[in-house]
């Protein structure tokens, strides 16, 4: 059984960045995700030491709002179902401005048919972030999703459309806080989700969960030479529930890539269980596994 990673926080009880990200920035090691408490929705840890981590900014119902994006609908509360939910947020720093923006899929509560981006933006990576609000990125539905830089600095999003059945991938502009086309479309009507794309060595990698709710399932994994086509049919990798966990984010540490994976409660009820699973992350010819040596 592979154990479970329970970070410990200097000022909360629990850690909780679920559907997250870790990243090394500015000497710190930071790690992002969500945090559903009361008005809490994001939340940003920081680490020297990768075993103390303290929550430096919590990005709430009450953030600071910039409207100057036209046709985005920056209302963080209401909708049909109540409050929303920003669910596996990411951070990306823009090429042209320094900004470090945050991207999160947005829904009301536990009604996924919203199936929006939103973003918000901070001149610091610890905030305070200003909610630059939701949308459906070139009018197509977005759920699960991840952002990637390339080598030139390029910035990426990949996120589930079509109701799960396919990932599409787009070009953001330079700012990093607008999509400005569509890359690809990958494995029409698999159902793949939380998808993490990451390069090593000149390649592209993309790791994928199924689709089922809140409960693990078989990892997938694909690599291509370019992002646009050319992606290899999908290949399990883990065991059969990713060794209970489902993809969250990849990031190198002491110069090995690591995988960062949650091990959800099991249902909405047990959410707040949650905890995550960090394995070492092998890769050879395109070849993934995680975990130690066999
Ligand atoms: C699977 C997704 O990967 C999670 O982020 C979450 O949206 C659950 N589905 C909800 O059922």
Redesign the pocket.
Known sequence: MVESWEPAAVNDEKVHAH?GQILHENGFWYFIGEDRRGRSRVSIYRSRDFISWERRYTFTLDAAVDNSFPGRDTTLEGGACGRCNL??PKIIRSRRSGRYVMWM?FEYEND?REARLASAWADSIEGPYFYTGSFRPLGNMS??LNVFTDDDGQAYIISTTDDNRTLNIYALDDDAMSVREKTASLFPSRYR??PVLFKKDGLYHLIT?G?T??KPNQGMYSWSHTLSEGWNELVPFGDSTTFDS?PASVFEKDGKLMYLGDRWGGDRESYFRSTYVILPLRLEDGVIEIGDEK
């Open positions: 559907g669910e596996r899929h996924y759920r699960d989700e939380a969960s689709c709710g809140w489902q």
